[in-house]
């Protein structure tokens, strides 16, 4: 059921690869609720995605872009406010890469150029979309912006990686630029600490099917799917959140709350005996 909360309203929704995506989805709901949209994502991703196919249905455009390269991502602010006829009111930023992962580097034996890589495309890139839209005055006053992020930048997760460092700089980024443009142009920003979700490059993680089973026997109202991450996305873009600004917002189905649940306290005892398990 739609609510028309984003009826007439702009966005722009970057790191949609298919119907996988959080950002797919995102961009999906922002429509039905009444949204226009431009869709960007690099270039390698739209010809290897599903770009088309969303576009089409949500009758925009896309734009490609390297979020890393701030003439990219200037064009893509430009373009998005040629095709509205103006600013944009809000802007999703879901972006992340670490080839540190990807070749299953140890975290005690990472590539710093990988590092460095890291930091670039899922967290830097975060700081230049935001200081290139203030310097062209691209967002309407009392807009919203919101990037993803996961639990790791707090509590360290076997496998996440250099990404942990990349979503802790994500959210420092958000609460120091959410000071300053909040304090101008009341302009809000938020990261969501999602539930572990089977995107495209999360299923490719070695161990990611487990690490799903298990905060989904932790959380008490269990993994929070990608459409209903949307559906809390759509929120944080509306007017119903105009106060909310600086903010971490874990929507995990209360995992990052818990410490040991009742199933996870009878799994541990159970563990204990067993007598191969040493």
């Known amino acids: 059921m739609a609510y028309n909360l984003l009826k ?31 869709i960007s994502n690099t270039p390698l991703a739209i010809r290897m995605g599903e770009a088309d196919a969303l576009a089409a249905k949500c009758n925009t455009i896309i734009v490609p872009a390297d979020a890393s390269n701030v003439n990219d991502i200037e064009n893509v602010f430009n373009v998005a406010m040629q095709h509205f006829g103006g600013k944009i009111d809000f802007l999703l930023h879901s972006i992340g890469m670490s080839m540190n992962v990807r070749k299953s580097r140890p975290y005690d034996d990472i590539d710093y150029d990988y590092l460095n890589k890291t930091l670039d495309v899922s967290a830097i890139s975060f700081h230049k979309m935001l200081q ?17 992020s996961y639990v790791a930048a707090q509590r360290v997760f076997y496998r996440y990686n250099d ?43 070695k161990g990611f099917d487990n690490l799903v089973d298990f905060t ?14 949307a559906d809390f996305c759509i929120t944080l873009f509306s007017d119903l959140t105009k106060k909310v600004t600086m903010q971490n917002l874990f929507h995990d189905g209360g995992f990052s709350s818990m410490g040991m649940s009742q199933n996870a306290m009878l799994q541990y005892n159970k563990s204990l005996d067993c007598h191969s398990c040493d």
Not at 134 to 143: C, E, M
């Open 8 to 38: 007439g309203k702009k966005g722009i929704i970057f790191g949609a690869l298919n119907d996988k995506s959080i950002a797919w989805k995102i961009a999906e709901k922002a429509y039905e609720e009444g949204a226009e949209i431009i």
């Open 132 to 148: 290139t839209a203030r310097k062209l005055d691209a967002i309407n006053d009392w807009g919203s912006v919101v990037a993803l």
């Open 163 to 205: 990404m942990a460092e990349a979503k802790a700089l994500l959210e420092s980024i958000a609460r120091s630029f959410g000071y300053i443009y909040g304090r101008d142009k009341k302009i809000r920003i938020n990261t969501v600490s999602q539930s572990p979700t089977l995107t495209t490059a999360g299923s490719g993680v």
């Open 216 to 229: 989904e026997r932790m959380s008490p109202l269990g993994n929070a799917s990608a459409d209903e991450c």
